[in-house]
């Protein structure tokens, strides 16, 4: 008997190199960026690459692999990161420890810089075990402790004035908006911060009481009226120095935000596995306040 599941897609909105050997592969697909947005800003696509590579090397989580066939069939469903519009994606694979990606740009109006979150999914099957390996990709909590996604989308504001930095390890002075805080931020919320049911676990009233968050911060962390970001003004450290966390809701224009021990710790309260530095050979880049970054569409 064929029985099928059906997922919603979670969105939240906001802030997302030569290859290195990492525990966790983001794969970036550019097959909807049909207005050109990373064709014509290059550097905005290896900046993407960077923070793709921040996570990857400090993500030892393993994925189980996705694979379709003719009796078990995995559908990925996602918004159209250029157009807005749903799209489903039948006979639906990705490869062991990979997240697949889909990014472009459109215009989001008023001052969202951007907006993305893990994608949704149906399921269809006649071995059980096919279900939960691929609904939750091996991560025997989910999705209530844990979490699994295949990947997601992630859609740029294409009106925006964007600072691509050449070089992500420095800090100099610029303005604008800083692309490589807002990729950071993006792929924070596709990894579950502010989307994921094990997310959701955590949250009691307007305050996130997860155990790793908690020893970081001191306490219950307080979230934003919408529950899929840290209150603004919320800090938490990079390198021992204090700095406003990179899952606020809003970026100053000319500065950066690195990910900090607070926002590492929230990955780890929602069932990731996060190494206390980065893996040997693995690269991740910091860089170094008010646009808004969005609101967010929770799974419940």
Not at 14 to 41: E, K, P, R
Not at 225 to 246: D, M, T, Y
Request: charged fraction near 10%.
């Amino acid at each position: 008997m064929n029985h099928a599941l059906f997922r919603t897609l979670g969105i939240a909105a906001l802030w997302t190199a030569a290859h290195t050997a990492q525990a966790i592969v983001i794969q970036f697909d550019y097959t909807y960026d049909s207005g050109g947005f990373f064709s014509s800003h290059p550097q905005a696509k290896t900046l993407l690459q960077t923070a793709g590579n921040f996570f990857g090397s400090r993500l030892t989580d393993h994925l189980a692999a996705i694979t379709s066939s003719t009796t078990n069939n995995f559908t990925a469903s996602f918004t159209n990161p250029t157009t807005g519009n749903p799209v489903s994606l039948s006979n639906f694979s990705v490869a062991a420890d990979t997240l697949k990606v889909y990014v472009g740009a459109r215009n989001l109006g008023g001052t969202t810089l951007a907006e993305g979150g893990p994608g949704g999914y149906a399921v269809s099957y006649s071995d059980p075990t096919y279900f939960t390996t691929v609904s939750t990709r091996g991560q025997s909590g989910a999705p209530n402790t844990d979490f699994g996604p295949w990947g997601g989308t992630i859609s740029f504001n294409d009106t925006v004035n964007w600072y691509f930095d050449p070089d992500p390890t420095t800090d100099e002075p610029f303005t604008g908006n800083d692309f490589y805080s807002v990729a950071l931020h993006e792929l924070g919320h596709l990894l579950g911060i502010g989307t994921a049911g094990s997310w959701d676990h955590w949250v009691s009233g307007t305050q996130f009481t997860g155990p790793a968050s908690e020893s970081v911060y001191g306490g219950p962390v307080p979230l934003s009226s919408g529950l899929s970001h840290w209150a603004e003004g919320v800090r938490g450290r990079v390198n021992g120095i204090p700095q406003e966390a990179a899952m606020d809701p809003t970026l100053t224009t000319g500065t950066r935000k690195r990910f900090t021990d607070l926002d590492l710790a929230a990955l780890r309260d929602i069932g990731w596995q996060v190494s206390a530095v980065p893996l040997p050979g693995a690269v991740w880049l910091f860089g170094s306040g008010l646009v808004l970054l969005g609101g967010a569409l929770r799974r419940r």
